[in-house]
């Protein structure tokens, strides 16, 4: 994990000098987006679409070019899954659950595909992607007997006290969508990003189950409730698969914006003093 946020505060530098050495550049736009957000991952491993959580978020963008732009967000997402809704018979025997709130930080380099340009009375539409990396907190909770608690510190994979997994994690990011202007000042951003995160205990589950009457002794017995939830007897046995460590969890968020454009138009061809 140490390796993993060198990277990620590199990348936040070489960013930051971008962002500073592009204020002589074209203008900068900021907005507000509002949408869904979507969990991948150990409890929903079939990519299931039907728990869809609130998300929105703010955003600022810095357009180097009529192709290039730096765009930073700050947004918020909640995200669920139940191994109730699996297809999988293991899946809906293990019987677990979770949700959280995210809060995440995102800072990405777009491309459009098409010349784009404020203002202008035919370059002012077109499909973008892009990519970067995300710095999110998260608190996976689950609900026993109508009472919500947090998992991460029921240590329910048999973490000893203090080397519980940090709450704090990033990942990178990859997602597209399509831009329009609505007059000279403001546009639409309809927009997908999938978060390919670094952590795998954002469902709180990743490896194996723990000894029952160990995590009981140092956790408590809520713990113990917490960790195995399996409707068939030996299902949840010391050392047998609770979760799936060949692959990282993800999240998506699925939004639309309301961008304002704050600099100048540029002069069509035909105005310029030649």
């Given at each position: 994990?140490?390796?993993q946020?060198r990277?990620?505060?590199?990348?936040?530098?070489l960013?930051?000098?971008?962002y500073v050495s592009s204020?002589a550049?074209?203008?900068?736009?900021l907005g507000g987006w509002?949408g869904?957000s979507?969990?991948?991952?150990?409890l929903?491993?079939n990519f299931?679409?039907n728990k869809?959580?609130?998300?929105?978020?703010v955003l600022?963008r810095?357009?180097?070019n009529?192709?290039?732009?730096?765009?930073?967000?700050?947004?918020?997402?909640?995200v669920?899954a139940?191994?109730?809704?699996?297809?999988?018979?293991?899946?809906?025997?293990?019987?677990?659950?979770?949700r959280?709130?995210i809060?995440?930080?995102?800072n990405?380099i777009?491309f459009?595909f098409f010349?784009?340009?404020?203002?202008?009375?035919t370059?002012?539409k077109?499909?973008y992607?892009y990519?970067?990396?995300?710095v999110?907190?998260?608190?996976?909770?689950?609900?026993?007997?109508?009472?919500?608690y947090?998992?991460?510190?029921m240590?329910?994979?048999?973490?000893?006290?203090g080397q519980e997994?940090?709450s704090i994690s990033?990942g990178l990011i990859?997602g597209?969508g399509?831009?329009?202007?609505?007059?000279r000042?403001?546009?639409i951003?309809?927009?997908?990003?999938?978060?390919?995160l670094?952590?795998?205990y954002?469902?709180d589950?990743?490896?194996?189950?723990p000894?029952?009457?160990t995590?009981?002794d140092?956790r408590?017995p809520?713990?113990a409730?917490l960790?195995d939830?399996?409707?068939?007897?030996?299902?949840?046995?010391?050392?047998r698969?609770r979760?799936?460590?060949?692959?990282?969890d993800?999240?998506a968020?699925?939004?639309?914006?309301?961008?304002?454009y704050?600099g100048?138009i540029e002069c069509?061809d035909?105005?310029r003093?030649?």
């Amino acid at each position: 994990m140490k390796i993993q946020f060198r990277y990620i505060f590199l990348i936040i530098f070489l960013t930051f000098g971008m962002y500073v050495s592009s204020f002589a550049q074209k203008g900068y736009e900021l907005g507000g987006w509002l949408g869904t957000s979507y969990y991948f991952g150990d409890l929903n491993t079939n990519f299931r679409l039907n728990k869809p959580g609130l998300s929105f978020g703010v955003l600022a963008r810095k357009n180097f070019n009529h192709r290039i732009s730096l765009r930073t967000t700050l947004s918020y997402g909640r995200v669920r899954a139940y191994d109730s809704d699996s297809d999988n018979n293991f899946e809906r025997n293990r019987n677990l659950s979770f949700r959280s709130n995210i809060f995440d930080w995102s800072n990405v380099i777009e491309f459009n595909f098409f010349h784009y340009e404020h203002g202008h009375h035919t370059y002012n539409k077109t499909p973008y992607f892009y990519g970067g990396f995300n710095v999110f907190q998260f608190n996976p909770t689950a609900e026993l007997n109508g009472e919500r608690y947090s998992l991460r510190q029921m240590g329910t994979e048999g973490q000893t006290l203090g080397q519980e997994y940090n709450s704090i994690s990033g990942g990178l990011i990859l997602g597209g969508g399509f831009k329009i202007d609505i007059n000279r000042d403001l546009s639409i951003n309809i927009d997908m990003s999938t978060r390919f995160l670094f952590t795998d205990y954002l469902d709180d589950v990743s490896t194996v189950f723990p000894d029952k009457q160990t995590l009981t002794d140092t956790r408590g017995p809520i713990a113990a409730a917490l960790s195995d939830r399996s409707l068939i007897d030996g299902l949840g046995a010391q050392g047998r698969q609770r979760g799936d460590t060949k692959g990282k969890d993800k999240y998506a968020f699925v939004g639309i914006s309301i961008v304002r454009y704050f600099g100048g138009i540029e002069c069509p061809d035909i105005s310029r003093i030649q």
